[in-house]
């Protein structure tokens, strides 16, 4: 499984619809607002790294 970078749901790569790729590494996401979300700010969704911290905040 993969995790959604901007609400910290759990994505499935083979059937995840939403995805992008950013400096190399794919991204995938829940919805198609996850992903505009992601791709108007990678950097923000990204600074954290691959160790997910969960953050109750951050939501789709
Ligand atoms: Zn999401």
């Known amino acids: 499984?993969?995790?959604?970078p901007v609400c910290y749901t759990e994505v499935d790569e083979?059937?995840?619809?939403?995805k992008t790729t950013y400096k190399g590494?794919?991204?995938?996401f829940c919805t198609a607002s996850?992903?505009?979300?992601f791709e108007e700010k990678p950097e923000?969704?990204?600074?954290?790294g691959p160790g997910f911290k969960f953050d109750p905040g951050m939501t789709c």
């Open 25 to 28: 590494q794919t991204y995938y």
């Open 44 to 48: 923000k969704y990204t600074k954290l």
């Open 14 to 18: 083979e059937s995840a619809t939403q």
């Open 1 to 4: 499984m993969a995790t959604d």
């Open 34 to 37: 996850c992903r505009k979300k």
